[in-house]
Each structure stands twice: as C-alpha cells, then as structure tokens.
C-alpha cells in the first residue's frame, strides 16, 4: 500500500511538471530589437523642414533581395521622412518568382507607409546600357506604360515616356562603370541632348557608399539638383554599420515648404537638397552653408585667461544642434586648430583677445569635388 502511494504521488507529480511545461512559455523579451524610429534631428533651414529621404532602392520585383514592406519598415526604424522603390524596367531577374507588374512593389508598399507615417514616391528605375547608364524616375503614373527592353534604339523614347508623365528625372551614379567600360565616366553627348531638353533634372552624386565627385561638379555647373541615395539591394544593416554612432545611410536632405509629396517635388524642382551620407555633406555652397549656419552656433565670451607675457586668450563654446557632423579646419586667424562637432555635442573655442574673425574650412562638406564649405566666425 506504501509502494503504491509513492508511485501515484510520482506520477502526478511528473504529469503535473509536463503540464507546466507544455502550457507555460517563458518570454526573454530583453534580448528582443527594440521597436522604436529613431528620430534624426536637423533645424529648419530658412523656414524650411529638412526632409530625410532616399529616392533608389530596390525589392525582390527587380534585382533585390527583400520584399517591399522590408523597406518601409527600415526607412521608419531610420527616421526617413520619403522613400521611393525605383525597380529596374528592363532588370527583373526574380520574374520567374514574382510579379513582372511595374506598378506591384509600390502598391504592395503604399498602405504600409502610410500607416507608418512615410511619404512613399512612386518611381522606377530606367535602365538603360553604360553608355548611357541608368535614370531614375519620380512621381511617375503607370510604370507599365515605359519601355522594358534594352534595345539602345529606344534610349530616347524610354526617358521620353517618363518626362511625358511629368516625372522628376535623374541621372543615377554616372561612374558606375568607370573602371570597366572606358569612356562611360564623362558629360555625354546623350546626356547633354536631355540636359539641354530638359529631360534631366538632377544628378545622383553620391550612390551608396560611393562618392561620384565628378558627377559633383557636373551638376553644380549645370545647376542640376544634387541627390544621394543608397541604391539599396540588401538589408540595410547588412551594408551600413548603424550600430555605430554617427552612422546613417546615403540619403537626400530636401529642405521643403511643406512634409508632403508635393513639398518634396517642389523642392527638387528647386533644387534645395543637400547628399548626406554619415560625416559627410554634398552639394550647392549657399545649402551646405544654410545647413551650417542653422546646425552650429556660438556662445559669448565665457572665460578670459592671460599667459605670463600678458597676452590674452577669450574662450567661446561652439555647439552643434543637429545630428550631423562637422569637422572644422582653421585657415585664417589665431585660434583653436581643429574642432570637430559631433552630432548634438559642443566644443570649446580659444582665440587671441585681438582675434575678431576666424576662418574655418569645414573639411566634412563638399562643395565641389576639390572644394570644401568655408565658414567665418565673427568673435565678440
């Protein structure tokens, strides 16, 4: 009768070990992503909001690795303001596997970005051989209306299509090839008609982690509107460390009128953006410069110290209210060599107590490919 009583005792005491087993799941949430948008911190420039956007990227419906809503979930964790998903016309790779619907990526994507509060561009990649190479296409309608093959006797016709739409053109990482196919990295004759038909607009100077200096100064002669964007197949923390401080993705800062698809166009129109890409900015002088001038300022004297000779030294804090970057060299007066501002950070300043001006080369900015922004500090 004891031996009985102590198997029945084990028994359910085993059955009642496995039903907590089976019923109860224990949760390690603290090992868990957390889910949050970052939010990238940049002032109004002259009235107006600077946009965070990033116009070339690709899904699985051309020769990407990732679905469409991928993208926007990324764009929202980065605190993007705009995307737009520019797949390959005449590249579809994945057409064995997917819809070889133009239109299918965006309308897979345009729900999702509205609920997370992303302006979603409609666009498409025109993909044309090096020479010409590609051209990117916003604010486009039916994209299955343009040309889908490659045939170079269609080159014209293909950016013809999408200008009759009235789409934002521009012309995507024209050194690409540069290394490969001689003679693709230069103002071509074709690129020269559609700039002088107006069929080009802008310029992407900056794609991924690739800075096309020349393309640079294409566009600032020709007052085309300067773009950067990542040109993004893969995950996104696959090719950026965004881990690390200070680290973003190649993007376009567009300084809008308004956070809409029409602030933004009018925008690009006007040609008010600036390529950012983690440090460093690209762009026009007077953008580059508004940026600056709205980012960093500059505290009254706040201490006075003399050395045993009697000369003077005043101390100034410089600060920098955004999450950019600047790295300032000194090309003119008698003060504190090198200053790096670090995003939302500030650094002490020395002069000479005589010093009334100081001129700085901000050596993180591209103005032209050779030329970095130069600055002028009035000391008081």
């Not at 009583?5 to 949430?29: K, P």
């Not at 012309?171 to 990295?185: C, L």
């Not at 602030?263 to 953008?287: C, D, M, P, Q």
Request: proline fraction near 3%; charge should be neutral.
């Amino acid at each position: 009768m004891k031996k009985a009583a102590i198997i029945t005792c084990f028994v359910l005491g085993v059955s009642t070990l496995y039903g907590q087993t089976e019923e109860t799941v224990i949760r390690l949430d603290e090992f868990k992503l957390p889910s949050k948008r970052n939010i990238i911190h940049i002032p109004n420039v002259n009235g107006h909001q600077v946009l965070k956007c990033d116009f070339h990227m690709h899904t699985v419906f051309s020769d990407g690795h990732v679905w469409p809503n991928v993208r926007v979930q990324e764009a929202w964790q980065e605190g993007l303001d705009a995307i737009s998903l520019t797949e390959h016309m005449e590249y579809q790779p994945n057409k064995d596997n997917v819809s070889t619907d133009h239109n299918r990526s965006y309308e897979l994507a345009v729900n999702l970005a509205k609920e997370n509060n992303l302006l979603l561009i409609k666009g498409t990649e025109v993909t044309r051989n090096t020479p010409p190479g590609h051209f990117n296409a916003l604010f486009i309608g039916d994209a299955n209306k343009y040309v889908d093959v490659r045939d170079e006797n269609l080159d014209q016709e293909s950016l013809d299509r999408v200008n009759k739409d009235g789409a934002f053109v521009f012309w995507n990482h024209p050194g690409w090839k540069a290394t490969q196919i001689k003679g693709s990295y230069e103002w071509l004759p074709f690129i020269e008609k559609q700039y002088q038909e107006k069929k080009i607009q802008g310029i992407e100077v900056v794609n991924g982690l690739g800075f096309h200096s020349k393309a640079l100064d294409w566009g600032l002669d020709r007052n085309l509107t300067i773009i950067g964007n990542t040109d993004m197949h893969n995950l996104m923390a696959h090719t950026y460390d965004l881990g690390r401080d200070g680290v973003h993705r190649t993007m376009t800062l567009v300084m809008a009128k308004e956070r809409s698809p029409e602030g933004i166009r009018e925008a690009l129109n006007s040609g008010r953006t600036v390529a950012w890409s983690s440090k460093y900015l690209f762009g026009k002088e007077e953008h580059i410069k508004a940026i600056y001038d709205a980012c960093v300022s500059l505290s009254p004297v706040y201490h006075e110290k003399s050395n045993a000779k009697g000369a003077v030294t005043k101390y100034y804090e410089i600060r920098n209210n955004s999450d950019l970057y600047f790295e300032l060299k000194l090309k003119e007066g008698k003060g504190t060599k090198s200053i790096i501002l670090y995003p939302e950070s500030a650094q002490i300043l020395t002069a000479d107590a005589k010093q009334k001006v100081l001129t700085y080369e901000v050596v993180s900015t591209y103005i032209r490919s050779d030329k970095h922004l130069s600055v002028t500090i009035n000391l008081n």
